[in-house]
């Protein structure tokens, strides 16, 4: 049985165009990339037989303009096409893919194969000649290149000129970069249009921050009682937080806390007065989401906290958590907003074996456009105050359609608001919250600690879902203390936050982390005595003075990261081979030509993933990523980062690293000889 086209098919065009990227799977939302990042745009195509073609990708700007990019075939068997591209301009960019026959190298292959072995020699050269005078003839072309294509063609006609000087021709560098520059094409395609949502640069490179402001300053008196710090006296901590080059401070909600239900000490269920109960039982006599608790000042002073952090280059980050406390507003004005059980009570928050008895779930479906617009209104409410990024709670407890329409909304007005889903969920819920609109993601990076999970859930993450899920590599949150760190000690958690400042864009570290805080409450991967029920009091410069802090070993990450232009990329990183496996390497480069700096830049990190040992490995790299011919002999030079030291490395490459002196290598490639 023969396959005939439905009726108003369209044909396939002469060169067939497939599979073009960057692309959401299914095709309803648009990929995205952030200003700066190199983006690659890919593509199959092919046509019969063995005659060359040439693809191009023709980008529009969101300002209009235009620009054409040669792709080169990636010689993979697979007839893919690509090249990579750093967009520098917020907004939507459309592009298309255009394949054509590429006479010129059709001809050159034929031309260099038959006259070597001085098979129709003549005929391939006076093919030749023609192709170079009609070029030649094209107006589009700088004089200089038509003058060199036409002494092209003089000698291929030559009958003085030999094979061998005809083959300078053909192989002549000049006039292959000409070509290049302007191909001879013929058999057009030209693909369908696409668009590419460009987001700005702090939608997907960042490093984040969190504290609770009511630490911050708190104070306990003699009889045990504590005074609240407020954004006054939190203020005085952003200093500290730049400078360990923090430049997101993300805050828990930091509005009224719920007396009913609320949890005490490690989660329990008997408060005692004082307790502060916890910040996302959210809701209470002196307001809701768009209210401020009063322990830590009034809106004047929130604003004042927003200014001071800008004056420190900090951005903050407010969660936004739609649930409600037993006394929130919404409870008595729209009991519709929640669910009510079958004995007249309404359902608290569960994720069992935990329960959130001093938390209720909104449920979406019995008003939905109230709901919608009370959300939109909070969200532009703190817009107002100054801020442009939310980490939002359990984004996939709620229905997905409520955030494609949020984010839309929001971002059509604000385009710079950037939201974080803290959705530690199953793949698909995941990554449909990073294709709806989410502009960045929780990921469970947190748990993947060896050399065969890091290398698997990495690559995942630059290859196969970058076009839609930017990760924020987390390394512990109030939530989560994971064995790993728990057990690991400093070693443990200086190689923890090495490999997610180096290995992602974006990554963040919450409050106590430089501090070793890995104590957990039994049974749990939370820390004992949480911060989420009761106040913490941290002496950070004394900590420090005693070397009990690796605060400045964060700061050196940091610095090496606005430093480094190739850690600004997620998409870049490449997996090395160890013979040890617990040691994993990786590198991250980046060409000049799409550098900011102009400047190659390469970083090799060699990670030492037992905390508790020395280990000793041969390290084997693929050198040919920034240029090297490691397979020839050719070295290099790498300096560590971290401890200044400096060695000539080459393919194969001992290393030794001791998890009680320096557990991490984050070496650059100075040169290449």
Do not use: C
């Amino acid at each position: 049985m023969v396959a005939t086209p439905s009726p108003g098919a369209t044909q396939t065009p002469r060169i067939p165009l497939a599979l073009p990227f960057p692309q959401v799977p299914g095709g309803r939302f648009d990929p995205s990339a952030y200003v700066g990042e190199a983006v690659p745009f890919t593509v199959t195509a092919f046509r019969e037989g063995h005659d060359r073609i040439g693809v191009h990708v023709r980008l529009f700007s969101p300002g209009g303009d235009e620009s054409l990019h040669r792709l080169s075939a990636l010689g993979d068997g697979f007839d893919r096409w690509s090249t990579l591209i750093v967009p520098l301009e917020q907004g939507v960019w459309k592009f298309r893919f255009e394949a054509f026959a590429d006479d010129f190298t059709t001809w050159q292959h034929a031309a260099d194969v038959k006259i070597s072995a001085g098979v129709d020699a003549a005929l391939m050269r006076e093919s030749g000649a023609l192709l170079f005078s009609r070029a030649a003839k094209e107006k589009s072309r700088p004089a200089e290149e038509r003058r060199l294509l036409e002494r092209g063609a003089v000698t291929l006609r030559d009958p003085a000129a030999s094979d061998e000087t005809a083959l300078e021709v053909v192989r002549y560098a000049e006039i292959e970069k000409s070509f290049a520059r302007r191909p001879l094409a013929s058999l057009a395609t030209v693909g369908d249009e696409h668009s590419l949502l460009v987001e700005r640069e702090r939608a997907g490179v960042g490093a984040w921050y969190e504290f609770f402001p009511r630490s911050e300053g708190a104070v306990r008196a003699e009889d045990g009682t504590v005074v609240s710090g407020t954004f006054r006296t939190a203020a005085a901590r952003l200093a500290g937080v730049a400078g360990m080059g923090f430049d997101v401070l993300y805050l828990p909600p930091i509005h009224p806390i719920g007396e009913r239900n609320r949890k005490g000490p490690n989660n329990t269920l008997d408060p005692k007065p004082g307790d502060p109960g916890s910040p996302w039982a959210i809701g209470g006599a002196a307001g809701g989401h768009d209210a401020i608790h009063p322990d830590l000042g009034d809106l004047d002073d929130f604003r004042a906290f927003v200014a001071e952090a800008r004056r420190h280059d900090i951005e903050i980050a407010l969660d936004l958590a739609l649930q409600a406390s037993p006394d929130h507003p919404w409870v008595a004005e729209h009991p519709e907003w929640f669910t009510t059980l079958p004995d007249g009570s309404i359902a608290y928050a569960e994720n069992p074996p935990k329960k959130y008895q001093d938390i209720y779930p909104v449920n979406f479906d019995n008003d939905p456009e109230g709901i919608r617009a009370e959300v939109l209104r909070v969200v532009r409410h703190w817009i107002a105050q100054g801020v442009n990024i939310f980490r939002v709670d359990n984004p996939h407890t709620k229905p997905l359609q409520f955030w494609e329409w949020l984010i839309a909304t929001v971002n059509a007005e604000s385009p710079d608001v950037v939201f974080l889903a803290e959705a530690f969920t199953r793949p698909a819920p995941l990554q449909g919250l990073g294709m709806a609109g989410f502009q960045q993601s929780y990921t469970y990076f947190t748990w993947r600690n060896t050399k065969e999970e890091l290398t698997e859930f990495l690559t995942g993450l630059a290859h196969e879902t970058a076009d839609f899920l930017r990760p924020n590599l987390f390394v512990n949150t109030p939530d989560i203390l994971t064995e790993y760190l728990q057990y690991g000690g400093r070693p443990a958690y200086k190689t923890r936050a090495a490999l997610a400042a180096t290995a992602a864009p974006t990554y963040g570290v919450y409050a106590g982390y430089e501090l070793i805080e890995n104590v957990a409450r039994p049974g749990s991967e939370e820390n004992i005595d949480n911060e989420k029920y009761e106040y913490k009091f941290r002496d950070w410069a004394g900590a420090e003075e005693r070397d009990e802090s690796i605060a400045p070993y964060l700061r050196r990450l940091n610095e090496i990261r606005r430093a480094h232009p190739a850690l600004a990329q997620l998409r870049n990183i490449s997996f090395h081979w160890t013979d040890d496996d617990a040691i994993l390497v990786y590198s991250k480069h980046i060409d000049a030509a799409l550098s900011p700096t102009g400047r190659d830049d390469t970083i090799i990190v060699v990670a030492n993933l037992d905390p508790h040992s020395a280990r000793e490995t041969t390290v084997h790299l693929d050198t040919r990523i920034w240029g090297v011919d490691g397979a020839a002999g050719e070295t290099f030079e790498v300096e560590d980062l971290v401890t200044g030291a400096q060695w000539t490395w080459g393919q194969h490459n001992f290393v030794r690293l001791d998890a009680f002196v320096e557990p991490v290598h984050i070496l650059h490639v100075k040169e290449t000889r």
